[in-house]
Each structure stands twice: as C-alpha cells, then as structure tokens.
C-alpha cells in the first residue's frame, strides 16, 4: 500500500511569514527548527506557542473550522489507509465494502437503479436522474462511514474468479463515484464531491496492485480522480492550501512501481524460500568471499538477473522484471556480461557487513528501498566518510568501490533490490573493452591468492 501522511514540510511561519531559524527572540525551551502544524485543521505551522496563539486570535479561529471541513475527505482516506495496515499481511488488500455487503457488490445487485438513471440522463432529465445515482451509491456511503468501527474484509480471502470479480466491481463502482463527483462540482456540492473523489481512490488504491486489475484504466481514473480533487481545493481561496495535502497523497499513489516490487518480495520469501541463499555461498558469479566480511545473524539474496539467476523467465517476479526492462535495460546487459547481478538483498536484524570495497569503478549500485527499519541511526550504511540511511521507495545510489559498511542493529530486517550500473562516465561504445579488462585484472588478482605461483 502507498504510504499516505499529509504534507509537513512547512517553510515559513503562518502567524509572521518567517523561517524558524530567524525566530531569534524565542526562548531556547520554546524554538523548533521544524515549524509544527495546527492539530485541527492541519494547513498552518509555527515554531512557537507564541507565534499560534498570536494567528489564532488574529483570524485563525475562525478559518480553521472550514479548514478543518475541507481536510476531512482526506483524513477519512487515511483513516481507511490506517484501518487497512492494521491487517495487512503480505498481499491481502483491505477494502472497506464490508463482509455483508460483499455478495451484493459482486453482483452489482442494484445495477437497476443506476442503468434507470442513465437512461434518465439521456433524457436529459438530469434532476431525476442524479436522484438515482445517489440512491444507488447510498449504501456505500453507510459502509464508507461505518467502516472503521467493523472487522477489515481482505480481498485476498476471495477466490481467484471472485478476486477478478471484485477487481470488475471495484473499478465499476470507482467510476460512477467519479461521475457523481464531477456533477456535484458542478452544482456546488463541493463536500459531498470531495467526498466521492476520497472514495472512488480508496477502491483504485485496493486493486491498483491485484494481478487482474487493467492497470491503464485504474491509472486513468486515479489521476482523474485526484485532479478533480486538488481542483476542488485550489479553486476556492480559503481552501487552497489543502491542495498541498492532496498534491503529496497523489504523488505517493503514483510512485507504486516499488509497493509491486514489495510484494513480490513478499512472494518470494513466501513460495521460492529454498531459491534464497546466503551471500558468498558461491551460487552467482561474483561475491564469492562476501561472507567472510558478515557479522551477526544473517545476509541473504534472491538473483533475478545475472549468474545464479533462479530462472531466465519471469515466471518467478514477472513484474519486478518487467519494470527493470522498462526503465533500468543497462542493469541488465550489466549482469548478462558479467559484471554484477541484480538481487533481492535481505539483512537480517542483529547483523554487521563490515568495511569492504567493490572489485572495480566502472559500475554504480543502486538500492531501492523496500522494506526499511524505523530506526536510520540504528540501520545505516557507509559510503567512504559519509552515512546514509534508506526510505522505502527510493534509490540510494552510491560507487561500491569506495570503502563501505553496513550496519542493522534493529530487530527488524532490511531489504533492497539491489542492481548495478554502469559509470555514467563509460561511453557505451567502449563497454565491452572496459569490462573485460575489469574481469580479467580480477580473474588475474584471485589467480594470485589462491594459486601458488609455479
């Protein structure tokens, strides 16, 4: 699932229009150098109770309650969001059309009610017509508020003709939300559309990821979706600064190439356990005397590409691969020459790689981040004189041949997807040569430690 929170990284001062750092009168006890968000209506930051106390009585009281009734769609999207977590494990999907309701809904049981209204709409007795379509959708406006309060229906409990089933239903469903929404903005409706719009992606979000959901059309309707959404917000004065919120929700949903990822990784550990091996076993090509630098409990690896490669098809991580091929082809030829692989690297909790350095330069190593601990200080990694540490979702790019260590002193693991580059400095044409005086200086470096000389 994306990761959804609102937007925080506020700059400057609601109450002065100053940046914490020239807040120099403020007592130490009091300064931030993070300005803090109003916890009502959260779209107005300060570094000090003085500076909220001071926009409070100056108008903010009054404009935070229409603040606050603006934001609401968004915090009952991340409600659902939060609800969903508690539940999830590996690829279950949580939706929040509830467990009596789900037969109906696979069904579409009242699907009369709204083919009557569009033939209405034809008619172009659009009044009549709206008041069918808000019938129809009435009861999943109650389940959508009584959602929080009843046990998470996972979609994974479903059968696979029922899971496409449900896909089929969900979209359908996203889409008529949709088209209320863009009626009701048009009449003025503007809460009960904001409402809908919350809605319509929550049902996008859920089947964004099933393996029978027509990723193209649930795109087109999400972004839809969240155009509309940011729209209702900047079009209206008092409200515009919710469309930061909005604007950094949308930007996490369509940033899910890596959640597909995660949950072939999921798989992975899950179905394909004996396909994982410890790093320097000597399955792959490369790293044969990785474990030697190993401390703690354990550093294992799935190859997905390169020598020791479970498999050349994608019967094993089909979308992981895919999306390599997409956007990342040079890891690829990279690991079919021999110069690196690309991987699934899992490091167990409790667990040390002490300084090392890649064999060569003529590569860079990219780790998107997966599954990462809440901890950065306590699981890091080292690169030459500096410390980093990873998010889920995004790349850390870095020289391997440059001095580094890792360290995960938390409970929990971490796990990347691993690939290697080449030096954006190496011209295509001249690769090959490259990489073969690469391999050669090592084939002739391990010759000499472990071949006594005749």
Known sequence: MDDFSLFSDWKLCSSCG???SDHGDTNKSEQNTKLLSCSRCHSAAYPNVRCQRAHWNSGHKHQCK??????KPLLELMKWHHRCNEGMEDSEYTSWITT????????????????????????TQYSSAMDMFQRYLSPYQNAWYTFP????FFVQQLSDTDKNRFCESALRLAKRLLFCAYCELDGDQIDSARQRLAQSLSLLITIQSLPACPKREVKTNMDDAWMELTLSMEEIPSDRVIARHVAKMAINTKSSNWVQILEEYKSLTKYNSHDWHDVGSGQRGSGHDDHRVVIGRSWTEYVLFGTGA???????APVTKQLIRKYVPDAISLARMGGGEVIFSRLAGGTHIQAHCGPTNIRW?????LVVPGSTKDCRIRVAEEWHSWEAGRLLLFDDSYEHEVVNNTNEERVVLLMRLWHPQIDSSTRNEVLMGALSMKEESVNKRYYPPK
């Open 18 to 20: 100053l940046p914490p």
């Open 66 to 71: 229409k603040l606050q009734n603006a934001i």
């Open 100 to 123: 009596d309701m789900i037969g109906d809904f696979l069904i579409d049981k009242n699907r009369a009610l709204w083919q009557r209204g569009v033939e209405e709409w034809d008619n």
């Open 149 to 152: 309060n009843k046990r998470p």
């Open 310 to 316: 479970f498999s050349e098809s994608d019967n094993d």
């Open 365 to 369: 190593t990219a780790h998107l981040g």
